[in-house]
T-cell receptor
Framework: QKEVEQNSGPLSVPEGAIASLNCTYS??????FFWYRQYSGKSPELIMF????GDKEDGRFTAQLNKASQYVSLLIRDSQPSDSATYLC????????????FGKGTTLSVSS | EAQVTQNPRYLITVTGKKLTVTCSQN?????MSWYRQDPGLGLRQIYY???????DKGDVPEGYKVSRKEKRNFPLILESPSPNQTSLYFC???????????FGQGTRLTVV
């Protein structure tokens, strides 16, 4: 059974701090990695995707991938109260038709 | 505007009364899928479609049907809804199975 594991949280950080969200996956053949943000009762929206080992930066967000350790993380710099949401890690395999497997999400709370 | 549109957004129905949730995308995507989201269980895939007339079961297909007669539409059918199908449902589309998924607004279904 392919799995994606996330700490459910809540992760609480003060405004302006760095929030670090982590995700591990079980399928060593996974090729595509995504971070989605979901506000309560709303649909998931893509924040970042990463395919290669290393770091990928987009504004205040940095995704980090380590395929050898089967680990992907999301860093949010200068956290804002509007970043308070549930963050979903999603992983996809290399085979055609392989579904995105979602973790259960980490709830982030940024206090002002 | 690129989007995935689901209808209805909210639905309350009675056990056994057939219903259909519609999903339409305007991005010419090949891959479409349905997820349900339940507290503590995360997003679980119900069915997916890699192209017109090609559909397959996801992780939790029991009690659901789908069809893909046109590329843009992927309706979810509950022939005889039961209370355990009360959930938040999302339709998603992507160019391919391993690329970014775009989600619809969600349908909150209650079966009494």
């Amino acid at each position: 059974q392919k799995e994606v594991e996330q700490n459910s949280g809540p992760l609480s950080v003060p405004e302006g701090a760095i929030a670090s969200l982590n995700c591990t996956y079980s399928d060593r053949g996974s090729q595509s990695f995504f971070w989605y943000r979901q506000y309560s009762g709303k649909s998931p929206e893509l924040i970042m995707f990463i395919y290669s080992n290393g770091d990928k930066e987009d504004g205040r967000f940095t995704a980090q991938l380590n395929k050898a350790s089967q680990y992907v993380s999301l860093l949010i710099r200068d956290s804002q109260p509007s970043d308070s949401a549930t963050y979903l890690c999603a992983v996809n395999g290399r085979q055609a038709g392989t579904a995105l497997i979602f973790g259960k999400g980490t709830t982030l709370s940024v206090s002002s | 505007e690129a989007q995935v549109t689901q209808n209805p957004r909210y639905l309350i129905t009675v056990t056994g009364k057939k219903l259909t949730v519609t999903c339409s995308q305007n991005m010419n995507h090949e891959y479409m899928s349905w997820y349900r989201q339940d507290p503590g269980l995360g997003l679980r895939q119900i069915y997916y479609s890699m192209n017109v007339e090609v559909t397959d079961k996801g992780d939790v297909p029991e009690g659901y049907k789908v069809s893909r007669k046109e590329k843009r539409n992927f309706p979810l059918i509950l022939e005889s809804p039961s209370p355990n199908q009360t959930s938040l449902y999302f339709c998603a589309s992507s160019q391919f199975s391993n690329t970014e998924a775009f989600f619809g607004q969600g349908t909150r279904l209650t079966v009494v």
